[in-house]
């Protein structure tokens, strides 16, 4: 079996504890695809004091040509995009469709990285006195610790780390213990595109260990998370405590509407997107829908059919709709909530139980399953559980249906079907989420706009687009007075004044 290794001080190099976990393929757990670190904090602290040496040298880099290196990795990700979506899938379950737009997703934030490059504007503006000039520019901050979740093994760690890099940081990567061999694959490509070597660093290992390392180290201003909202409260607590620039993006509940004048054939293929997708698994997974009572028994019917439809699998098996949960906690955690739910009274219309059968036995499946009748404010309505199950609520009205959709304390994505333009744009108005989208499923963000969540969703950041630039550069004003007299801000600025 294959042992792997981090990448620290411009070295592939062994963890300083000597012990490895072993990764596991999660629809098949007698594939052991291979033994990689389980490093500890001294591997941190070698790392943070390699970034350090590297920020030093690329800060100097113009923003152009590191854009050119990121270019390079869009290049490199493109020609060998099949070959991680298949590793990836192996890794972590996904089918390949989807594994193969994860990739998609980072080649096309490093294609936006690169042509970054070249704006990274600031503004200049007048001074409000004479021969003075007034701008502002932006500045790289230092060292950026990047921690991710497991989901989107590639797409999350580029949103990250290809904005930190162009903007002049060195980056400290902790990839979530479930899929670190996209990770080493990203940082291999990283290399080849001629980025300095001390400017990544990768260190593997456990959150409790080296995530929570990274987060503490006071040599490390900026600290990017994607994860459950419970671990974002932890980071956030330690770098509230440290004054550190800190980005949350975390758990969501998200909710699909369907009206009863909505397109019901169109509401059906998104729902069941929406919903199974990544057996559930996206921080946008379609967790809740919320159908108005003209529609609601036509509809369920028509959507239990499709659901029993979906074949489970092997995501590198042609076929397969439906892949793995990612690992045993996660199987637990959904059974426990099936039941958490049948104590609550809600109707189990299918699935409900472990998958078994050929070529599922030895993985981690799960039953696709709905939940109909299912009471706001109940804990199946509210809390995240990140797999197979869909809660159904049924509603009179489009305010009733806003409002179930609100009081969540969550709010990252929701949708709406309907043929009705104004209730569209009320809805934009009205549903608090981050994104919003009307007639489509509650995933589908394109990288080049802001992505992220209000309420327990995230902290004000956003991931992707032109927004999380400002997040990975500092702002800094300059005032150049040329006057050659001095000149009092506030004092000296009234009509008349000399030249
Ligand atoms: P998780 O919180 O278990 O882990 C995320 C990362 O944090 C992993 O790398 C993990 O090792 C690390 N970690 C764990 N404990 C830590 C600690 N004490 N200190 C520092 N790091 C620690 O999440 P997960 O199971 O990998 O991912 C699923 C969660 O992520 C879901 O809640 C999902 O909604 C969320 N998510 C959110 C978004 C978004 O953009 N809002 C995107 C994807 C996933």
Known sequence: MK?????????????????????????????????????????????????????????????????????????????????????????????????RGDVQEGIDTAYYAASEGRRLFGHTVPSELRNKWAMSYRRPIGVAGLVTPFNFPMAIPTWKMFPALLCGNAVIFKPAEDVPHTATVLVEILLEAGLPPQVIQLVHGLGEEVGAAIVAHPEVPLISFTGSTETGRLVGEVCGRMHKRLSLEMGGKNAMIVLDDADLELALDGVLWGAFGTTGQRCTATSRLILQAGVHDEFLSRLVDRVRALRLGDGRKEGTDVGPLINANAVAKVERYVGIGQAEGADLLCGGRRATGKGLDAGHFFEPTIFARVKPCSRLEQEEIFGPVLAVIQVESVDEAFAVNNDVRYGLSSSIYTRDVNVAFRALNELDNGITYVNAPTIGAEAHLPFGGVKQTGNGHREGGWEVYEFYSETKVGYVDFSGVLQRAQIDTYLGTPD
Request: net charge neutral.
């Open 3 to 99: 042992t792997f290794k981090n990448f620290i001080g411009g070295v592939w190099a062994e963890p300083a504890t000597g012990d490895y976990f072993d990764n596991v393929n999660p629809a098949d757990t007698r594939d052991i695809i291979g033994r990689f670190p389980r490093s500890g904090a001294e591997d941190v602290e070698r790392a943070v004091q390699a970034a350090k040496q590297g920020f030093e040298l690329w800060r100097r880099t113009p923003a152009p040509i590191r854009g050119d290196v990121l270019r390079k990795v869009g290049d490199l990700l493109s020609a060998r995009k099949e070959e991680i979506a298949q590793l990836m899938t192996r890794e972590m379950g996904k089918p390949l469709n989807e594994t």
